[in-house]
Nanobody, 113 residues
């Protein structure tokens, strides 16, 4: 049974930082493409960042230069470091494995003063 458990969301002021974590189980993590998506109220879920098993990354244009995705294959964990946060980054952030085959429960990120 695949489980993806996110943590690290919360309330932060504009310009602040947060680090999201996603612990995976039930998959061969080191062979799995991992990604972070987000969904704001009234909007569709969108890809934020993705990391391949070889460490290659890609990002949504809106977060390039501010967010960094990384993975620790020894810990079966993928991270999303979010810096210079903006109010428009407010959303529920979801961890995904294998391009949307599996999803976590989501963690709320709110950027507000």
């Amino acid at each position: 049974q695949v489980q993806l458990v996110e943590s690290g969301g919360g309330l932060v002021q504009p310009g602040g930082s947060l680090r999201l974590s996603c612990a995976a189980s039930g998959i061969i993590f080191r062979f799995t493409i991992m990604g972070w998506y987000r969904q704001a109220p009234g909007q569709e879920r969108e890809l934020v960042a993705q990391i391949t098993r070889g460490g290659g990354t890609n990002y949504a244009d809106s977060v390039k230069g501010r967010f960094t995705i990384s993975r620790d294959n020894a810990e079966n964990t993928v991270y999303l470091q979010m810096n210079s946060l903006k109010p428009e980054d407010t959303a529920v952030y979801y961890c995904s494995a294998q391009r949307g085959s599996y999803w976590g429960q989501g963690t709320q990120v709110t950027v507000s003063s």
